[in-house]
């Protein structure tokens, strides 16, 4: 094969003199050509082009002014909880202070129920004593001396009925002052039991004009976020539809085996953002990248085991340099359990809203991923894929692909 070689490139240089000199009159026809006309005739794929980003342009104007208004609705929300939360502060201290008021409303009103029962009792003796006074009064004095045992035992009935008579007198009185104070209590208790109502009701007439306020602010804070995603969504879909059409626009139409997976390495759109296509080869032979030291491999053959590393680099906007740091995959990853795998129906669903997807290639038939690319856009059958590993223009065949990841 070495022999072949040389004498094919030998074959060449020979060629290549005999056609030296019809090739410079042709050069120099075509580029007096070209300089006539030196501006290309736009396509009707750069019009669509053009028109999609400046559409895109319209819907991230729309989508930030969106995220500003989410931004000042959840600001007001922020506020209103905090005003609601001192207000219903306010609202526990107000109970309190109206379950103590009660409280003591009740208290005094045992007091005043226990103090007329008092005062009643002290009324029925004090009938008593003047009923018996009276009878006494009834009787002449010699009668009651004569009844009497003694003039000294006299003496003592006649004192001691008036002694318990102007001691029940004098009972009788405080009991009724105790009972005008308690009453007198008791209407103070509930004036201010009255105020501290009024003062509730406000409170919590306060609390629910913030709680509608605020019902109504998440109604807005909702549908904002509602419209955001329909705008997101709409610029997927746009996304999408720009890295069908620059796919289709490469020129690259595939290799030898008639795929439907076509490579052809260049930028793609994810969320309105470009993503440069990346290769793992470009770091040579022989180079590592340091991973994160906390992941299952801190050291990256690149050149030869940096394709799923590299696919998730330009998935993220990165260089595989940053994602081997970050380390966002592990074998885990790769296996069929991992976390990250969908099926192909989900992978047909994401890149239809302009989200890329990883796909495992199965080289040797063993049913295992042996490569991995990054699948951008799909239309009518065909996948447009970035390989980190071959150049642009080798296809693959779905039946190829044994895994799907999401990123």
């Avoid at 008579?165 to 308690?182: A, C, H, M, P, W």
């Avoid at 009453?183 to 009701?201: V, Y």
């Avoid at 995603?229 to 796919?247: P, T």
């Avoid at 980190?388 to 223009?393: T, V």
Wanted: aromatic letters at 8%.
């Amino acid at each position: 094969m070495h022999r072949q070689y040389k004498e094919s490139q030998k074959a060449k240089k020979s060629m290549f003199k005999r056609m030296i000199k019809p090739s410079l009159v042709l050069v120099l026809f075509v580029y007096t050509i070209c300089a006539t006309f030196s501006y290309p005739m736009p396509t009707k794929a750069d019009s669509n082009v053009d028109q999609l980003l400046q559409q895109n342009q319209q819907y991230q104007q729309q989508l930030n002014s969106l995220y500003a208004q989410q931004n000042s609705l959840a600001n007001q929300i922020a506020i209103a909880n905090t005003q609601a939360a001192a207000i219903q502060s306010q609202i526990n201290l107000t109970s309190a202070q109206l379950q103590d008021v009660n409280n003591q409303i009740d208290k005094t009103n045992q007091d005043i129920t226990a103090a007329q029962a008092n005062l009643d009792k002290q009324k029925v003796l004090l009938g008593e004593y003047i009923k018996t006074m009276y009878v006494n009064s009834q009787t002449s004095q010699i009668e009651l001396i004569l009844t009497s045992s003694s003039f000294s035992d006299f003496v003592d009935q006649s004192q001691y009925l008036d002694s318990m008579t102007q001691q029940v007198q004098n009972t009788t009185n405080q009991i009724e002052s105790l009972k005008k104070d308690l009453d007198s209590k008791k209407k103070d208790l509930l004036t201010q039991q009255d105020k501290i109502n009024s003062l509730l009701a406000s409170q919590t007439d306060q609390k629910s004009a913030l709680n509608a306020q605020n019902d109504q602010t998440s109604s807005l804070l909702a549908q904002s976020k509602n419209s955001a995603a329909a705008v997101s969504g709409q610029i997927a879909k746009n996304n999408s539809q720009l890295n069908i059409l620059r796919a289709i626009a490469s020129g690259n139409t595939g290799g030898v085996i008639n795929g439907n997976l076509i490579v052809v390495n260049q930028s793609f759109f994810v969320n309105g953002v470009e993503h440069s296509y990346e290769s793992q080869r470009m770091y040579g032979q022989g180079a590592y990248i340091q991973g994160n030291s906390n992941a299952d491999d801190n050291f990256i053959d690149m050149y030869n085991s940096g394709c799923l590393v590299t696919s998730l680099a330009m998935a993220y906007g990165e260089t595989p340099a940053q994602e081997a740091a970050r380390h966002r995959f592990s074998y885990s990853y790769m296996e069929d359990s991992g976390g990250s795998a969908i099926s192909s129906s989900a992978a047909d669903s994401l890149l239809a809203n302009g989200s890329p997807v990883i796909f495992g290639i199965d080289w040797n038939g063993d049913g295992y991923a042996d490569h991995y690319i990054l699948c951008f856009a799909h239309t009518d059958g065909k996948y447009y894929i970035d390989d980190p590993y071959f150049g642009a223009g080798k296809e693959y065949s779905s039946s190829e692909v044994v895994k799907y990841l999401k990123p």
